[in-house]
């Protein structure tokens, strides 16, 4: 087992996205990540189901995870957690504020078992204000937090929204480096405490360029007046897409040698900065009209040679291809034993000396690991047999009354 995360301990009850991808990263760093579901798995399973029944969406967010099915409204299965709580660094949670004090497992009953344990909670709102228990997902964040108003169409303002979760995923981001700075405030002092990263904070915080722009006082340059940075896409003769731009004045000459256009480099429309901004539009018009005249493979050979940052703008199937993805890693093959051939994200930090892996797939059921994980954590044949027997705790291979030794 390797990754530089390898001993931390996490009990992880969080479900759907946000949460949950943000101990999927600390669980492809070596974490051992226990994932608790409800009494028919957790709701994430049904979503991104493909005909053979295997959920991408829950393979690339519960991978290097162990499955515990357990029913916490049982006082049983509120006693199998604080057992457990005992052994581990941190509990990571994403239910609606209010729901883990309910159950009796809340940041109190957790640090009387092991003063040291982080609550790491992952919410909508933030714990405090008005609205602080008000539930939320991924396109309330957006739309609370300015990333819709930021996308919105310029015709009519209508707000626009991003797909694939951008909220869930940058706030599951945050939640694991939330959780790691409380694992490094614990390594210096031993204390153990509470940690809430709301969707809502995450994404006024990622914001935070376009927010102190539009909250300054006075305009960011003249009325009317276009950036003067260059950041575009643009059609190839092919049908393919390239994107290529640049945030300093001196790759405009690059830009102009790669796209054989080094005539607008004196052009007293574009030759400095200041004189782009307001003709930003016909220089727009020039250079789509000259790169539909060539395929994108041309294009991006050209502007490489001149050092213009640069790229054919991809589909994931083009990605799965990409042999820059392949030689860093970013993509993750396996055969699985159910679904067979596999593709998933792979891990994008790299570490010279303890490597992050991807060491198992997804469970493919709830609870198959319900057993070996309480048997680690001490609990007896007879003790497993027991919560099985009542169903308190569900999955395979658990033990039955009969099938252990008296005495056991």
């Known amino acids: 087992m390797s990754g530089p995360l390898v001993g931390i301990r ?22 051992e990540v226990i994932k608790v579901e409800q009494p028919g798995g957790d709701p994430g399973r049904t979503l991104g189901r493909h005909q053979d029944g295997y959920s991408s969406y829950f393979e690339s967010l519960n991978r290097n ?22 052994t581990v660094d941190v509990v990571a949670e994403n239910f609606r504020p209010g729901t883990m004090d309910r159950l009796g497992i809340g940041y109190a009953a957790l640090s009387r078992v092991n003063p040291a344990i982080i609550l790491a909670s992952a919410s909508m709102w933030g714990p405090e204000g008005p ?52 694992l490094v405030h614990r390594l210096r002092t031993g204390e153990g405490q509470q940690v809430d990263v709301s969707l809502y904070g995450t994404q006024i915080a990622l914001q935070g360029i376009h927010l102190a722009r539009a909250l300054h006082h006075t305009p960011l340059r003249p009325p009317g007046q276009s950036s003067t940075v260059l950041s575009h896409r643009a059609l190839c003769a092919d049908g393919r897409w390239i994107a290529f731009g640049f945030l300093e004045g001196r790759h405009f000459p690059k830009l102009c040698r790669g796209l054989e256009l080094e005539h607008l480099v004196d052009d007293p429309r574009f030759a400095t900065p200041e004189a782009r901004g307001p003709n930003m539009g016909a220089l727009v018009e020039l250079i789509d009209a000259q790169v539909i005249t060539r395929p994108a493979a041309a294009w991006i050979e050209r502007l490489r040679a001149v050092d213009v940052p640069c790229t054919v703008v991809q589909d994931y199937h083009m990605i799965a291809e990409d042999p820059q993805a392949r030689a860093n890693g970013y993509l993750h093959e396996e055969d699985h034993p159910v679904f067979g051939r596999i593709r998933t994200q792979g891990i994008p930090a790299r570490f010279s000396k303890t490597p992050g892996a991807v060491r198992r797939h997804a469970p493919v059921r709830p609870g198959d690991h319900s057993a070996e994980i309480l048997r680690e954590a001490g609990f007896s044949e007879a003790e497993i047999a027991a919560l099985a027997a009542t169903g308190v705790v569900q999955g395979a291979a658990l033990p039955t009354a009969g099938s252990f030794a008296a005495g056991s």
């Open 65 to 86: 995870k162990r499955s515990l099915c357990l029913d916490l409204r049982r006082p049983e299965g509120r006693e199998v957690v604080l057992r457990l709580a005992a």
């Open 10 to 31: 996490i009990l992880d009850f969080t479900r759907f996205q946000q949460g949950t991808f943000g101990t999927l990263l600390l669980a492809d760093l070596g974490a």
């Open 131 to 182: 609205r602080g228990r008000d539930p939320g997902y991924d396109t309330i964040a957006q739309a609370a937090g300015g990333l819709m108003m930021f996308h919105r169409r310029h015709d009519d303002e209508t707000p626009a929204g991003i797909q694939g979760g951008i909220a869930d995923q940058t706030g599951g981001m945050l939640f694991a480096y939330a959780i790691l700075a409380a």
